[in-house]
Nanobody, 121 residues
């Protein structure tokens, strides 16, 4: 079993920065894909950033150039560095991962509990 624990959310003024963390613990051989989603009130959950092992990260048009995924493979932690935050970035942010538990085994999909980001004056 694997747990994903997010942290780093909070209240920030427009133009500010936050760094979200997603720490994975448990039976982990490798994190194949790590996604960051967000869901604003009354809106559908949106994929904002995705990092697949061996490939370049992908970002949604709404965050490209402002958000960056950073992997720490030693700590099994993935960060979402968010700069130039806008009020429309306000949402609950979730990490989602496809994790391999053994070298030749299948991957399983996991979600974190979410962390609130509020961008406001």
């Amino acid at each position: 079993q694997v747990q994903l624990v997010e942290s780093g959310g909070g209240l920030v003024q427009p133009g500010g920065s936050l760094r979200l963390s997603c720490a994975a613990s448990g039976s982990i051989f490798s994190i194949e894909t790590l996604n960051w989603y967000r869901q604003a009130p009354r809106k559908e959950r949106e994929l904002v950033a995705s990092d697949t092992s061996g490939n370049r990260p992908n970002y949604s048009d709404s965050v490209r150039g402002r958000f960056t995924i950073i992997r720490d493979t030693v700590r099994n932690t993935v960060y979402l560095q968010m700069n130039g935050l806008k009020p429309e970035d306000t949402a609950v942010y979730y990490c989602n991962a496809n994790i391999r538990h053994s070298r030749y085994g299948p991957t399983s999909n996991y979600w974190g509990q979410g962390t609130q980001v509020t961008v406001s004056t």
